[in-house]
């Protein structure tokens, strides 16, 4: 029988010892742990996500707080025009955009005939057409009937239309030099 030499037995029992002392087990159950909370915060989130959002009312309560300078009631804005039954209107729907006088919004609705309709494009605004039929329309309005152009049309938009889309169509018809102002409305649709 061979013995082992006492060089070779402590290199033998030095090298058993490192190989038991396994230090990525305790990475590996920190892994593991972590990756199956992170799969199941990914299912919990997809199981409470809902496929339709839908818009919220809520009041937010507002507290009168004394205003620190007075003067700042005495300020007035500038005139731009009034509002009367021949101001111009568009409303911006979900399918469409529809324009015409005050007075064909409030009197006959239901009509259709003293209202103008731009459908949109596989969902997309047509905000060129709009403004190229609303520069035609004025032109009408002013050699027809003798109404001004008054440099400010009503915009109501629907409540279900994105903001976004809603600043590009005001951005949109403030630079086509139609309109210097732009009144934005809600709930009437």
């Not at 290199?11 to 199956?36: D, E, M, P």
């Not at 309560?61 to 009631?73: D, G, N, Q, R, T």
């Not at 905000?127 to 004025?138: G, S």
Request: proline share 5%; with cysteine; hydrophobic share 45%.
């Amino acid at each position: 029988m061979m013995t082992i030499s006492p060089m070779l037995q402590s290199k033998i029992l030095k090298t058993k010892k490192r190989l038991s002392n396994n230090t990525w087990q305790h990475y590996c159950v920190f892994l593991g742990f972590f990756s199956a909370l992170l799969v199941a915060s990914f299912c919990l989130r997809i199981s409470a996500m809902t496929a339709k959002y839908e818009m919220v009312t809520a009041s937010i309560p507002i507290m009168s707080v004394p205003l620190k300078f007075p003067a700042a009631l005495r300020q007035v804005g500038e005139k731009f025009g009034q509002i009367d039954q021949n101001s111009p209107v568009i409303v911006f729907g979900i399918h469409d955009f529809v324009f015409g006088h005050l007075k064909n919004f409030t009197k006959d609705l239901a009509s259709d005939t003293n209202k103008h309709r731009i459908s949109h494009e596989d969902g997309t605004p047509q905000a060129a057409n709009l403004v190229a039929d609303l520069k035609k329309w004025h032109e009408d309005q002013q050699k027809l009937f003798k109404i001004k152009n008054p440099g400010f049309v009503i915009l109501l938009p629907q409540d279900s239309l994105p903001v976004a889309i809603i600043l590009q169509v005001i951005q949109f018809l403030k630079g086509s030099g139609l309109y210097s102002k732009i009144i934005l409305g809600s709930d009437i649709f």
